[in-house]
Structure formats: structure tokens, C-alpha cells
């Protein structure tokens, strides 16, 4: 049973939270260090996912000189689970914590190595549009790419479904930067694994460092439910992770702006339901509350 100075101190949390504006949130979040993650659980062989059974991830290292690492997941619950259970470390961003897969790595490649290393890219805050890992999937008898519209964390693979992460650039839509090889190069039960692909560049109309902030505040914007929170598709509830990064997107857009205050008045009606999943007596979701620190900043 929680202890009764415990559950003081978790109200407390919780009415800071709350107000989004809190000192006390703020240096909690300042100083918090991100994680690396231990080392990913033992992957199940690719042969072992089929077309009615588990799920595949594949990574083109192509960029870093290497190949495409394909990884199996016989039971997926999220496609970040599946990119860790396939095989694969990650690193995320101070910023967004593992929310914002920023390197990553496999035990075939360079002994394990993630990449982009420090040299390149400190993950700090969240990378630019034209260097980054970006997420695509496909599902069974899909025979092109799809930018995901969820992130790893939220998205829930299905039996056959195929994912793939590829470093580069992509405009806010996807509809450039996709993988260089199908989705059936890779999936279960598929071909070989491709080769060593070029370093991908930017699609046509989008020259590298050229963003249209304009136009992806107004994408995002227009992802919002009655303009102050993400939905799932066929859900009526609060998608919490998703409108903090939307939060992010139009603060580094434009600023502090009417569209930003409202998913801001959002997140604080929220805030409790967020940072204590389980209840507001039970543990802090402590990623739940840098992320609104963060937010409040």
C-alpha cells in the first residue's frame, strides 16, 4: 500500500502537472537524463515470422556503408518493441527522451554502432527533416511503402505486417525519402535481403535544408481534433504523446500562437491522465512528464 507521505507527494506531482507551468516540472525535466536502453532481447529468427505470424523491421545502414538488417518479432505489441525485439539498440533524443528514435544500431553492423554517431548528430533536440530515421510500414499484401502517422511507440503491428526505418530526408507528408527496396524484398517469406543502397536524397521539390515551416505548421494543425488534440484513427480519446509532439511542431514553427495555446489548454486538462497512466495514485510516467515539462518550456 502506498504510504501516505507517498501519495502527498503524487497529488503534488499531479496538481503541478496540471498547470503545465510549473518551476518545479521544468527542473525536473532540465535534468533528466535520457536513456539508452539495455541491450536488445535476443531476436527470433526471420524465419520464424511468416506471413500469418509476427512481424519484420527492417534497417538500411546504407548510409554508414552497410546493408539492409532485417529482424523478427513473433509477438509485436508496438512497432518500437518490434524494432528492439528484431534485434536493433536505439538512442533517443534529450529532448523527446526514446520517443524520438535518434540512432540506431545492430550486432551485425559495425559491432553494434548506432548511428548517426556523435560526430554527426549530438541528439540533443529533435533532428533536422534532412537527416533523420523515418518510419514506414507496410501491411500483408501492400506492396509499397507508407509513412507511418504514428511513432513507434504507438503504433500496434499486426500478423505480416513489414516496418522499415531509413536514415535521410522526407518532407512532412512522406511522400518523399521512402525506402529504396518493397516491401516484399523484406517481409516474411520474401526475397533476400537487398544489398548496400545509396545514400538516399531528398525527392524532387525538396531541396536539402529548404523546409516549408508554413506549410507543416498548417499539417499539423490540421491533424488535431477540434484543434487541440491527436486522435487514433476511429478514436475519440486523447492520443497525449502524439499532441505533445504536435505541441512541439508548432512551437518551433511559429512560436507562441492562438493554435499552440489551445493544445496547450488541452494537455493541461490531460496532464493527470497522461502522467499517471495507472491512476493518480499509483507511479509517475516519468517520460509522460518531461514530455509536458517540456511543453511548459
Known amino acids: 500500500m502506498v504510504g501516505t507521505a507517498q501519495q502527498h507527494d503524487r497529488r503534488a506531482a499531479g496538481r503541478r502537472l496540471l498547470s503545465l ?30 506471413p500469418t505470424h509476427g512481424a519484420v523491421v527492417a534497417v538500411d545502414f546504407g548510409p554508414f556503408g552497410g546493408g539492409v538488417v532485417r529482424g523478427c518479432d ?13 534485434g536493433f539498440t536505439t538512442e533517443g533524443t534529450q529532448h523527446d527522451g526514446e520517443g524520438f528514435i535518434c540512432r540506431i544500431g545492430t550486432a551485425s553492423f559495425n559491432s553494434g554502432t548506432r ?49 522499415a526505418w531509413v536514415f535521410g530526408g522526407t518532407d512532412v507528408g512522406g511522400s518523399s525519402g521512402r525506402p529504396a ?17 545509396p545514400t538516399p536524397t531528398d525527392g524532387p521539390g525538396v531541396p536539402v535544408g529548404k523546409i516549408d515551416v508554413p ?43 492562438a493554435a499552440l495555446d489551445k493544445v496547450v489548454a488541452g494537455l493541461a486538462s490531460g496532464a493527470t491522465e497522461y502522467a499517471y497512466p495507472a491512476g493518480p495514485e499509483e507511479a509517475l510516467d516519468a517520460p509522460a512528464a518531461a514530455r509536458l515539462a517540456l511543453v511548459a518550456a
Open 21 to 50: 507551468f510549473s518551476a518545479a516540472a521544468v527542473t525536473f525535466a532540465a535534468g533528466l537524463t535520457f536513456v539508452t536502453g539495455a541491450a536488445p532481447a535476443a531476436a527470433d529468427p526471420v524465419e520464424q515470422c511468416t
Open 74 to 86: 513473433t509477438t509485436p505489441t508496438t512497432g518500437y518493441e518490434l524494432l528492439r525485439d528484431g
Open 115 to 163: 548511428y548517426p554517431t556523435p560526430l554527426t548528430e549530438d541528439c540533443v533536440l529533435t533532428p533536422q527533416a534532412t537527416a533523420y530515421w523515418s518510419y514506414w510500414i507496410a501491411s500483408p499484401g501492400q506492396s509499397s511503402w507508407s509513412y507511418s502517422p504514428l511513432g513507434a511507440m504507438d503504433r500496434k503491428p499486426k500478423a505480416g505486417d513489414v516496418d
Open 181 to 197: 527496396f518493397t516491401p516484399d524484398d523484406v517481409r516474411a517469406g520474401g526475397g533476400a535481403t537487398p544489398g548496400p543502397t
Open 215 to 257: 506549410a507543416a505548421a498548417r499539417w499539423v494543425s490540421e491533424q488535431l481534433h477540434d484543434g487541440s488534440h491527436v486522435v487514433d484513427e476511429g478514436s475519440e480519446t486523447p492520443n497525449y504523446f502524439l499532441t505533445t509532439e504536435a505541441a512541439y511542431a508548432l512551437a518551433a514553427a511559429g512560436g507562441k500562437s
